[in-house]
Nanobody, 120 residues
Framework: QVQLVESGGGLVQPGGSLRLSCAAS????????MGWYRQAPGKQRELVAT???????NYTDSVKGRFTISRGNAKNMVFLQMSSLKPEDTAVYYC??????????????WGQGTQVTVSS
């Protein structure tokens, strides 16, 4: 089994910052990519940012210039530094990983989610 565990959510005022962390553990052969998705009430889950094993990054337009995704030295961790937060960033943020348990075969895994609320 593979587990993804997030931490770092909470309540922050508009314009503030938060840092989300996610750690992958379990029976892992290789991690191809990790990232963050979010789901606001009444809306579909959407991609926020992803980072590949080679360091390639991708952001949704609404967070470019405000959010930064990075990986830990151990490569099984991913971070999301969120700055200049807006009320519309309020959502449950989910850690995602494209992870292989055996060679050449991978699948998506999800964390349990962490709430981020931006409000004054």
């Amino acid at each position: 089994q593979v587990q993804l565990v997030e931490s770092g959510g909470g309540l922050v005022q508009p314009g503030g910052s938060l840092r989300l962390s996610c750690a992958a553990s379990g029976s892992i052969f290789t991690i191809y990519a990790m990232g963050w998705y979010r789901q606001a009430p009444g809306k579909q889950r959407e991609l926020v940012a992803t980072i590949t094993s080679g360091g390639g990054v991708n952001y949704t337009d609404s967070v470019k210039g405000r959010f930064t995704i990075s990986r830990g030295n151990a490569k099984n961790m991913v971070f999301l530094q969120m700055s200049s937060l807006k009320p519309e960033d309020t959502a449950v943020y989910y850690c995602w990983g494209n992870i292989g348990r055996i060679k050449y075969i991978s699948q998506s895994y999800w964390g349990q989610g962490t709430q981020v609320t931006v409000s004054s």
